[in-house]
């Protein structure tokens, strides 16, 4: 949903039903690989962190 914010582990929850392990870099791995899909070379950049609480999808993208 754009615009909502989700925490780290609130995606390791949702996306793996994992437990989330505050010392595990998992989501900063798989939004690293996500941007380089969906955002590639162009201007506009689709997911955004949010720092100090999480991710978001833009909500005017």
Do not use: H, S
Not at 14 to 27: A, I, K, S
Not at 32 to 59: A, F, N
């Amino acid at each position: 949903m754009p615009g909502r914010v989700l925490t780290r582990p609130q995606i390791c929850e949702r996306v793996w039903n994992y437990d989330f392990d505050p010392g595990t870099n998992l989501v900063e791995v798989y939004i690293q690989r996500l941007r380089r899909k969906v955002d590639g070379e162009g201007d506009v950049k689709l997911i955004e962190t949010i720092r100090g609480v999480g991710y978001r999808m833009k909500p005017d993208a």
